[in-house]
């Protein structure tokens, strides 16, 4: 029997045509696909004067074949209309699209005997919770899983808790049910719960196989929740700092997560992979000035992102605990839908993602002459660092993973929490 379609209740979303999608994303396509468009007969005055083909060849990989939709000079596909709609769509219906486009801003992951559905917070719809209830579209989501969830997925294994300690389905998500409980307790900063999450997972993880294997979840995780609970109870006023070495890892994570390669940046070939090394030289020194990675990010100096921003403002709070409900809910943290990555370091990884949208929050306040942050700096910076997490292969590499694993061996992810969330 196929996995039943799990459907979260937390997340709403309409596409309200903003067209960044449309802008931001290389749409690679299949050899039907492209023989689908090319036949639809497209005239350079039906695509504002755009008169090259509509669909280019890329690099082979691994001897396959692969294409992608063109772009016009200003980055944009060469389908978005003037009104931010999709000329395919407006002319053929939405099923004549390729299925890349389809299925944006949703994800589907295994899940045992159930897929969940998943939403990438790089849609701005999706940051501000605009629209209707997935329950409402499950005529629609159903199609789409249809057409993506191949039949093998009620066999893939659940991830492990660490590397050589095995979870069932229903462990993972009775250890997600009680981080969610930790998330959602009223009247707490999402700074403290997050610091309580990774306490938890701490705390558990110093227990031996032994010890946990055939573990029950749930009581075990709600036993370490109390008893980090109780030593941190509030956020200590002085907080440890993050060495000098974890910053500097730190930066490169951030680097890759302020990268916009836009389709005109990419054309641009050596001179836009110089200009990259140069930055991401400069992210690793950490002094002057932080180079403009992406349209919107001024350039400040490295050390104004480092001073204190003040409270979060509700709305933050709201986003933050939200996207990281929704992450925990739709496994977009760990297994295979993020990496491969056992529980405790794909947690660790979306606290560092928290941590990286604070860095980006302070970037932007900053950019615009602000010691303190406002609601639409979290929005513009957790809608860039989601563009990337779980998607770009970049951040699986292994010396990406490897300062990742550092990071949270050194106990360093909950100081780069709490210094970048004050
Ligand atoms: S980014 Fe989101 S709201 Fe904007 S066009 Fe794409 S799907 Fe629609």
Same mark, same amino acid.
Request: aromatic share 10%.
């Given at each position: 029997?196929?996995?039943?379609?799990?459907?979260?209740?937390?997340?709403?979303?309409?596409?309200?045509?903003?067209?960044?999608?449309?802008?931001?994303?290389?749409?690679?396509?299949?050899?039907?696909?492209?023989?689908?468009?090319?036949?639809?007969?497209?005239?350079?005055?039906?695509?504002?004067?755009?008169?090259?083909?509509?669909?280019?060849?890329?690099?082979?990989?691994?001897?396959?074949?692969?294409?992608?939709?063109?772009?016009?000079?200003?980055?944009?596909?060469?389908?978005?209309?003037?009104?931010?709609?999709?000329?395919?769509?407006?002319?053929?219906?939405?099923?004549?699209?390729?299925?890349?486009?389809?299925?944006?801003?949703?994800?589907?992951?295994?899940?045992?005997?159930?897929?969940?559905?998943?939403?990438?917070?790089?849609?701005?719809?999706?940051?501000?919770?605009?629209?209707?209830?997935?329950?409402?579209?499950?005529?629609?989501?159903?199609?789409?899983?249809?057409?993506?969830?191949?039949?093998?997925?009620?066999?893939?294994?659940?991830?492990?808790?660490?590397?050589?300690?095995?979870?069932?389905?229903?462990?993972?998500?009775?250890?997600?049910?009680?981080? +969610?409980? #930790? %998330? /959602? $307790?009223?009247?707490?900063?999402?700074?403290?719960? =997050?610091?309580? !999450?990774?306490?938890?997972?701490?705390?558990?993880?110093?227990?031996?196989?032994?010890?946990?294997?055939?573990?029950?979840?749930?009581?075990?995780?709600?036993?370490?929740?109390?008893?980090?609970?109780?030593?941190?109870?509030?956020?200590?006023?002085?907080?440890?700092?993050?060495?000098?070495?974890?910053?500097?890892?730190?930066?490169?994570?951030?680097?890759?997560?302020?990268?916009?390669?836009?389709?005109?940046?990419?054309?641009?070939?050596?001179?836009?992979?110089?200009?990259?090394?140069?930055?991401?030289?400069?992210?690793?020194?950490?002094?002057?000035?932080?180079?403009?990675?992406?349209?919107?990010?001024?350039?400040?100096?490295?050390?104004?992102?480092?001073?204190?921003?003040?409270?979060?403002?509700?709305?933050? +709070?709201? #986003? %933050? /605990? $939200?996207?990281?409900?929704?992450?925990?809910?739709? =496994?977009?943290? !760990?297994?295979?839908?993020?990496?491969?990555?056992?529980?405790?370091?794909?947690?660790?990884?979306?606290?560092?993602?928290?941590?990286?949208?604070?860095?980006?929050?302070?970037?932007?306040?900053?950019?615009?002459?602000?010691?303190?942050?406002?609601?639409?700096?979290?929005?513009?910076?957790?809608?860039?660092?989601?563009?990337?997490?779980?998607?770009?292969?970049?951040?699986?590499?292994?010396?990406?993973?490897?300062?990742?694993?550092?990071?949270?061996?050194?106990?360093?992810?909950?100081?780069?929490?709490?210094?970048?969330?004050?």
């Amino acid at each position: 029997m196929p996995p039943k379609l799990d459907l979260p209740t937390l997340q709403n979303w309409s596409c309200h045509n903003c067209g960044g999608c449309c802008r931001q994303h290389e749409i690679e396509i299949t050899a039907e696909e492209r023989q689908r468009i090319e036949q639809q007969g497209w005239q350079a005055d039906q695509l504002a004067g755009h008169a090259g083909p509509v669909v280019e060849s890329l690099p082979a990989r691994g001897g396959v074949a692969r294409w992608r939709l063109a772009h016009r000079s200003d980055g944009a596909c060469v389908f978005l209309d003037e009104r931010g709609l999709c000329r395919i769509h407006a002319r053929f219906g939405e099923p004549a699209k390729p299925l890349a486009c389809r299925v944006y801003p949703f994800a589907f992951h295994p899940a045992g005997d159930r897929v969940v559905l998943g939403f990438r917070f790089s849609c701005p719809s999706v940051v501000s919770n605009r629209g209707a209830t997935p329950a409402a579209q499950r005529g629609d989501l159903t199609t789409l899983y249809d057409l993506v969830v191949p039949n093998n997925a009620g066999t893939i294994a659940a991830p492990a808790f660490r590397p050589g300690l095995a979870l069932s389905w229903n462990d993972v998500r009775e250890l997600g049910g009680e981080l +969610d409980r #930790l %998330l /959602t $307790r009223p009247a707490v900063p999402l700074p403290l719960r =997050l610091l309580w !999450c990774l306490g938890t997972l701490d705390l558990l993880n110093a227990r031996s196989d032994q010890e946990l294997a055939g573990a029950r979840w749930r009581p075990a995780v709600s036993q370490a929740a109390s008893a980090v609970i109780a030593e941190l109870p509030e956020m200590p006023p002085t907080l440890l700092s993050p060495t000098g070495m974890a910053r500097r890892m730190f930066r490169l994570l951030v680097a890759q997560y302020a990268r916009r390669d836009t389709f005109a940046e990419v054309s641009a070939g050596w001179r836009y992979r110089w200009r990259l090394f140069r930055s991401i030289v400069r992210f690793i020194w950490g002094a002057g000035r932080i180079p403009p990675l992406q349209a919107g990010f001024e350039s400040v100096p490295f050390a104004v992102v480092e001073r204190p921003f003040g409270p979060w403002p509700a709305q933050a +709070d709201e #986003l %933050l /605990t $939200r996207y990281l409900r929704v992450k925990i809910e739709s =496994l977009h943290y !760990c297994g295979r839908a993020c990496y491969d990555l056992p529980v405790r370091q794909g947690f660790a990884n979306l606290a560092l993602a928290v941590a990286a949208t604070c860095y980006l929050a302070r970037w932007l306040a900053a950019g615009a002459g602000r010691r303190e942050w406002n609601a639409e700096d979290f929005e513009r910076a957790l809608a860039a660092v989601d563009h990337h997490h779980a998607y770009s292969p970049a951040l699986a590499l292994p010396d990406f993973q490897q300062r990742q694993r550092w990071l949270l061996n050194q106990r360093e992810v909950t100081r780069l929490v709490a210094w970048y969330a004050r």
